[in-house]
């Protein structure tokens, strides 16, 4: 059965070139479906519903009236959670303030994912760059793009469960079923008798049992020869911030070598719609930023490191040294370090011991589509907490956010509150904890607590998503460079007065207590915890190295 693309619009010859684009692009794998009539729309989604048909998208025209396309719209989302919905609009109509105001509006109500311009001509590639736009978000969703790695293993916790997150962090599409299904009996029947689990398909057709940490570092796409050579340029991270950094040094000719404990992305990627990045009106995933970002560095020359951490940082003559975790020594001639913070741990030992089985650290990317029809929590009150709610949402039966603090307006954008509370399943707890919790095997409950009552609260619970702040990773560093008591790293003039600075010129803006090496986004003591914040700072920070390059050239000389 091939997934379906629904077109509504009242205006007959507006749907007739709706329809044509539709057909004459996407017949071959979609089943093109037109009518003019919400209520027969409603009758057509039910219907696939009820056999088990997946919808891809469904388009309504702003035309229709508010309480009919608004009522469609909600009815797209209950029966089919993972539909990408879009509003089509005339073209240009978006900068009209009234329909601009109808798009953000029905965006925080969360009746829409964005807009699609109505096609102007035959073929029309605007109306097409929109469409294949949502036709990708919902093939990664899905887990169905051509390039996903499939894991097979037979509980969710242990090997499997890392073989998991290594994927999630490399930004690799993966997808993961238990070995007693139908399609890991299917998987693992493939590999061959020899086959052993955890078993990793890749998109080639090769099988993995149960792989090393090597072999996941090639699957991963990292380097595994790398040379030792000296750098101009370290980077020590892959976030926004480090991913920013490669590509402006990389793209001004600088030798790069960008090393992470795990892969690309850092917290950002388990944001599942950024809204406010700049030149993405329809918001984008933070996945998708570190895809393309690595993709981008890539091109220009930058070399990553995967699956190596950083274990010590010295200096050796004019130039910096940097241990990995395997004993090899990498010299360059500026460090950036970029290394981001980790969401910080419960320490509730019931619920420790269900880590990856129903209790996850970070985002819900890879698990959302396991919960439909089920009961998630998010422990958390920034952005990423947000954007979670409302990306289990679409798969959840009820997602509940439960927040320390007494209002979610201290640490979430206007933009997301909102959203939050236009969305029916999303429930917010504000003023509460997470105590304990447990479950056979899985996780299956959670003890709530109430700080204006005091009261205990046990729950049914399917997930809890856990994003309660972040440790910096800076422990690994000399004492040289200066932290606050976070550990978060001092730049710039917020330096304190006592460390040992042993050159004639001031500190740069981004540079640490430690001449030559840099710090940019949330590693950096008052940094602005934003992604956008994140790439400026990384961007400025490899600026500021190639100041300081001819400097250290000369001095290399002499």
Not at 28 to 51: I, M, P, Q, W
Not at 316 to 324: C, R, V
Not at 427 to 439: A, Q
Not at 495 to 521: F, K, N, Y
Request: glycine share 10%.
């Amino acid at each position: 059965m091939r997934p379906v693309l629904l077109a509504v619009d009242g205006d007959p010859s507006e749907l007739r070139a709706v329809e044509r684009e539709l057909r004459d692009r996407y017949n071959s794998g979609y089943s093109v479906h037109c009518t003019r009539s919400a209520d027969e729309a409603v009758a057509f989604l039910e219907r696939l519903s009820e056999g088990g048909e997946e919808v891809a998208l469904v388009l309504v025209a702003q035309s229709l009236p508010a309480t009919t396309g608004g009522g469609l719209l909600e009815r797209v989302r209950q029966l089919h959670p993972h539909a990408k919905r879009g509003l089509l609009i005339s073209l240009g109509a978006w900068a009209e303030a009234s329909t601009g105001e109808a798009i953000v509006d029905a965006m925080a109500l969360g009746r829409i994912d964005h807009y699609v311009p109505r096609p102007a001509a035959s073929p029309d590639e605007v109306f097409h760059q929109a469409v294949s736009s949502f036709l990708l978000e919902w093939t990664t969703d899905r887990r169905t793009v051509p390039h996903t790695v499939h894991i097979v293993g037979e509980q969710w916790t242990g090997r499997a469960y890392e073989l998991r997150e290594v994927f999630e962090r490399c930004a690799v599409p993966h997808a993961f079923c238990l070995a007693e299904t139908d399609q890991g009996r299917e998987l693992v029947a493939k590999a061959g008798p020899g086959a052993r689990l955890p078993l990793m398909v890749l998109p080639d057709g090769r099988a993995l049992s149960d792989p090393s940490n090597a072999e996941l570092a090639e699957a991963a796409g990292a380097p595994v020869d790398l040379e030792e050579h000296s750098f101009d340029i370290v980077i020590v991270g892959s976030g926004p911030a480090g991913l920013s950094a490669a590509v402006t040094a990389a793209s001004e000719g600088l030798r790069t070598l960008v090393v992470d404990e795990g892969g690309i992305g850092g917290q950002a990627r388990s944001s599942s719609r950024i809204r406010n990045y700049l030149g993405f009106p329809k918001g984008v995933s933070g996945g998708r930023v570190a895809e393309q970002a690595y993709e981008q560095a890539s091109i220009f020359g930058a070399s990553f490191l995967f699956m190596h951490r950083a274990v010590a940082l010295d200096r050796l003559g004019d130039l910096l040294e940097l241990e990995l975790s395997d004993g090899r020594r990498i010299t360059a001639r500026a460090v950036i370090l970029a290394t981001g913070a980790r969401y910080r741990r419960l320490g509730i030992p019931s619920l420790e011991a269900l880590n990856g089985a129903g209790v996850f650290y970070g985002g819900p990317v890879s698990e959302a589509h396991a919960l439909s029809g089920k009961d998630a929590y998010v422990l958390g009150g920034g952005n990423s907490a947000g954007q979670a709610a409302l990306h289990l949402a679409r798969h959840a039966r009820r997602v509940t956010l439960v927040v320390r603090g007494q209002s979610l307006d201290a640490g979430m954008s206007h933009y997301l509150v909102r959203e939050i509370e236009a969305t029916n399943n999303v429930k917010v707890y504000t003023g509460t904890t997470v105590t304990d919790g447990g479950g056979a095997g899985r996780l299956q409950r959670l003890l709530l607590r109430h700080s204006s009552t005091g009261e205990e609260e046990n729950v049914a619970a399917d997930a809890l998503f856990v994003m309660i702040g972040a440790r910096p990773h800076t422990g690994w560093l000399p004492s040289e460079i200066a932290k606050d008591d976070r550990g978060l790293l001092f730049t710039g003039q917020e330096i304190p007065h006592a460390s040992d600075w042993r050159l004639e010129r001031p500190p740069l803006p981004l540079e640490t207590s430690m001449p030559s090496v840099l710090a940019a986004g949330e590693v950096r003591h008052g940094s602005v915890k934003r992604v956008a914040s994140a790439v400026g700072e990384g961007s400025i920070a490899t600026q500021l190295v190639r100041s300081l390059l001819p400097v250290l050239t000369a001095s290399v000389a002499r």
